[in-house]
């Protein structure tokens, strides 16, 4: 155990295993990038249409549906999907395949718990709002939105924390990340059990940081639940 | 001009998508200005798509709707709920928000400026007698009663001439609800608005309408009447049997001792009062503001067959059992 420990250590005080292309800041710098663009891709896709799917009380059983294909499609094998045609199409190796991957990924969660928060606003809410004089994108953005936002933000923030956790496939068609280190690892697991031991690490830290981070704001846009008796 | 219609529906019908029968059938209402009018009846008779149909929550199949002298499509329906309070039996108060933005709502619609909005708030928490320590809470901690004010102040807040009710005591203990009914009525003596009231509870009606409309199965008129008109002259068995019992007892409850008294000046002795009938130390003793029912159940509790009228601890006449009997002669 200690021994792991001191690899582990060892790797990550060196300061020169935080620097250059292929260094720690890089590789995780480059793998919160692909992961934001990833998560603001699928919030994009997913949110606006579950929004209005879910005010006008249409399509439950198209977001059940969304939310089975997400769990059922695995993540490698829409890599390998997207690989190809990403390549004859002049994308290219690394970012475009796996960001496509993550944000199919990062969908489901999103469009389900958006519809779902939205679409269990109590009628009588809605009602007052109407009958009080809110036009429809009113009703849906003054009333629906804020009383589903816990529902949406843990949607959102389950897609952005598999996003992170998922995008270290991303090493395996040459996207330079913290996944990056997994492969070197995994390729020498003797030699190179520092590296593997950094990978894992680090991985699992930047999706808990991701998670505690969009925990907090929720905490703080939905505030008057916590006054809820 | 109170006896100006604020509202009037000529051969309203409604007729819900995949339903036979018309929810409310060619109905025609007239609700004048600056009245109560309660719209009574059992489930299903349609009182509440009549409701809803004034502000467009619902559209008529047929017939016309003139919300102060417009047909009311002439304005967008947001735009025409805006100038028309709302109040819903479920309150429907905004969660996330505070007391005060609640009651902000349509202001907030209506782009009033904070200062102006700050100011309303004010005379509507004096109005609705909210304590101010409230104004910034959340509706979840509020009592059912508490709610209920907020969401007439919500109602309220623009200052629409015209006030909806669908059911707004429903949801409040008998007791509560006895606050409510008589908080309502001071508000109305303050402001004056055209309100139309939607209850299931004919003694609700009766409390606070001028107006009472009992609607059928149906969706068409029974009867419309004052109170009064309504206890002593049921139109039809359908109404007579929908009023219930204790129809004289409730008429009394409509009328005070004062409005009987010989003389209507509260100061001076009636002409006809023998000094004598004033001394017996052992009647009961009621004000002029006594409604007769409650006279009535005092005299016969007493024992005896009257009571002395007091005000300001003075004796200023009395009342028997048959002046009493004499109100409910036509």
């Known amino acids: 155990m200690n021994a792991i420990f001191n690899d582990l250590w060892g790797f990550i005080s060196t300061a020169d295993n935080w620097r250059g292309s292929n260094g720690i800041a890089a590789r995780a710098q480059a793998h919160l990038w692909i992961s934001f663009v990833a998560t603001v891709i699928a919030t994009a896709i997913a949110f606006p249409p579950a929004l209005i799917l879910a005010h006008l009380g249409k399509a439950p059983v198209l977001s059940v549906g969304i939310a089975n294909i997400g769990r059922a499609l695995p993540s490698f094998a829409v890599i390998a999907l997207v690989l190809p045609i990403s390549i004859s199409l002049g994308f290219g190796l690394g970012f475009w395949p796996t960001c496509v991957a993550l944000v199919a990924l990062g969908i489901p969660p999103i469009f389900t718990n958006t519809y779902t928060g939205v679409a269990n606003t109590p009628a009588a809410l809605r009602e007052a709002a109407r009958g009080i004089g809110m036009t429809s994108p009113q009703v849906v953005m003054k009333v629906e939105v804020p009383h589903a936002m816990n529902v949406i933000l843990t949607g959102f923030r389950i897609s952005a924390v598999q996003i992170v956790a998922t995008a270290s496939l991303g090493a395996l068609v040459g996207y330079q990340c913290l996944g990056s280190y997994v492969i070197e690892g995994l390729a020498q697991p003797t030699r190179a059990r520092d590296r593997l031991l950094t990978g894992a690490v680090l991985i699992a830290a930047m999706a808990m940081i991701v998670d505690f981070l969009i925990n907090r704001v929720e905490g703080h846009l939905t505030g008057w639940r916590s006054r809820l008796r | ?330």
């Open chain 2, 1 to 330: 001009m109170t006896s100006a219609a604020a509202i009037s529906l000529d051969e309203v019908s409604k007729v819900f998508p995949g339903s036979v029968s018309p929810a409310v059938n060619r109905l025609t209402l007239t609700i004048p200005q600056g009245q109560i009018l309660a719209l009574v009846g059992p489930s299903g008779c349609g009182k509440t798509t009549t409701l809803r149909m004034i502000n467009r929550l619902e559209e008529p199949t047929a017939g016309q709707i003139t919300v102060l002298g417009h047909d009311h499509r002439s304005a967008k329906p947001h735009e025409l709920r805006r100038n028309i309070g709302y109040v819903i039996q479920q309150i429907g108060l905004f969660p996330h928000h505070s007391v005060r933005r609640n009651m902000s709502a349509v202001l907030e619609l209506l782009k009033w400026s904070p200062d102006r909005i700050e100011q309303r708030i004010n005379e509507l928490t004096d109005l609705l007698g909210l304590d101010p320590a409230l104004l910034d809470r959340y509706p979840s901690e509020l009592s059912g009663g508490q709610q209920q004010r907020v969401g007439v102040a919500r109602a309220l807040a623009a200052d629409p001439p015209i006030l909806l009710m669908d059911e707004p005591y429903s949801a409040v203990d008998p007791v509560i609800r006895k606050h409510l009914h008589s908080e309502l009525l001071q508000v109305q003596a303050r402001v004056t608005k055209t309100i139309v009231i939607v209850t299931h509870d004919i003694d609700e009606a009766i409390t606070l309408a001028d107006q009472v409309v009992v609607m059928a199965e149906g969706g068409t008129i029974e009867q419309q009447g004052t109170p009064e008109e309504l206890l002593a002259h049921p139109a039809t068995e359908f109404v007579r049997e929908f009023l219930g019992r204790e129809r004289g007892l409730r008429r009394l409850g409509l009328r005070t001792v004062g409005q009987i008294l010989r003389s209507p000046s509260r100061s001076s002795v009636p002409a006809d009062l023998e000094p004598e009938d004033l001394a017996p130390e052992d009647l009961a003793r009621v004000t002029a503001d006594t409604p007769l029912r409650e006279a009535l159940d005092t005299i016969l509790t007493s024992g005896q067959t009257r009571a002395v009228v007091c005000a300001d601890g003075q004796k200023i006449g009395f009342i028997t059992i048959e002046h009493i009997a004499e109100a409910l002669r036509p």
